[in-house]
């Protein structure tokens, strides 16, 4: 069993439960008790000896009894006043930001009681509210936006699919036409396909259920094919590629998972480097490890949005003027943790970004 003592929150400076406030209710009950025995006991001068000489001793306790009576009522007001402050006001917030979350919420806040320096367990438990309320938000925020961001993804190759499967059915059409026509048609099937196993594929990684299977092979020529996917998007938009790779560099990993790592990152190279820019990809031998950088000289981004870009469904482009649903660089991170290797990422606002990956080579 763990120690009573560990159970205390460190970050309670104020309990509610302190020693303080048992003497302070100890000094007070002793305050009344005497008040009480000195009433019964008086004496005072002669004149007041002859009065009480004449009362009864049931008169006298009569009194005394009204005087315990009247200082407890005053006990009870002030201690219900006390409660009220220190108990019933913040439960009352409490409550009252519990039931707008229940209603959907997720925007209520609670102000903290006290400074940090007389927190209680109040306090506390406001500062988890907050969080977790903060949490719930941004989940269903995310949520939100994965749903419309995933929707328009998925609306886009069923068009392509929907627009060329009916140019098919032109008697008229040429056999290269129809080639065409089939080859978009299976190139669009490929990009849903590839959406909805993005998807699954995170889901399952984020639940710990993919494990990699590694096995040796030449990480230059990997990084070459997929820098090859991306041919037509290099000259379409006029990019110049600078490559420098050690081709002599073999590792033992997941090569299917580690693909996901490299389209991703040279995916959004390309996507956030403007016609004529630069994208570099080089990998070298450094400290026993392989290390991958892939560099743009496109937007950047300050460091704000560098410390989420890895959070799940987060988009740093909120104008929305890139395609994107925010899964890509979630799922590199997942693949970076289960494979045992490190990525790190350097940007500055409007002059570029620079991912580093770092694999082990045995």
Request: proline content about 2%; overall charge neutral; some cysteine.
């Amino acid at each position: 069993m763990k120690n009573k003592k560990n159970r205390k929150d460190k970050r309670i400076k104020f309990s509610l439960f302190s020693i303080w406030n048992f003497l302070f209710y100890f000094i007070l009950a002793a305050f009344m008790v005497t008040c009480s025995f000195m009433l019964f006991f008086q004496r005072g001068d002669a004149e007041t000896d002859i009065i009480i000489l004449n009362e009864t001793l049931s008169t006298r306790a009569f009194y005394t009894l009204g005087n315990i009576l009247f200082l407890c009522v005053m006990f009870s007001i002030f201690d219900s006043i006390k409660k009220r402050i220190t108990v019933g006001r913040p439960v009352e917030r409490i409550l009252d930001a519990t039931h707008r979350i229940t209603k959907g919420d997720f925007s209520v806040r609670i102000k903290p009681l006290n400074p940090i320096a007389r927190r209680n367990e109040f306090d506390v438990i406001i500062e988890d509210f907050n969080k977790m309320a903060e949490e719930l938000s941004t989940t269903e925020t995310l949520k939100t936006d994965f749903i419309a961001n995933v929707s328009h993804e998925i609306k886009t190759p069923l068009a392509v699919i929907q627009n060329y499967a009916t140019l098919l059915q032109d008697p008229t059409l040429s056999e290269e036409q129809r080639l065409k026509y089939t080859e978009n048609i299976s190139d669009a099937s490929k990009r849903l396909s590839g959406l909805i196993t993005n998807i699954l594929r995170l889901n399952k990684l984020e639940n710990q259920q993919i494990f990699p299977s590694n096995k040796p092979y030449n990480l230059s020529e990997q990084l070459c094919e997929c820098i090859l996917i991306f041919e037509d998007k290099l000259e379409k938009k006029a990019l110049n590629l600078e490559i420098d790779l050690d081709e002599t560099i073999i590792i033992n990993a997941d090569s299917e998972l580690l693909d996901h790592v490299w389209i991703n990152i040279l995916s959004n190279a390309i996507k956030f480097t403007d016609n004529g820019g630069t994208v570099s990809v080089t990998l070298k031998r450094e400290k026993g490890k392989a290390v991958v950088r892939i560099s743009d000289t496109g937007c950047g981004m300050n460091e704000d949005i560098g410390i989420h870009i890895f959070e799940k469904f987060y988009q740093g482009d909120t104008s929305h003027s890139t395609r994107g649903n925010g899964l890509g660089l979630a799922l590199v991170k997942r693949v970076i943790d289960i494979t045992s290797s490190e990525i790190q990422v350097e940007s500055e606002l409007n002059k570029g970004t620079t991912f580093t990956v770092l694999l082990p080579i045995n």
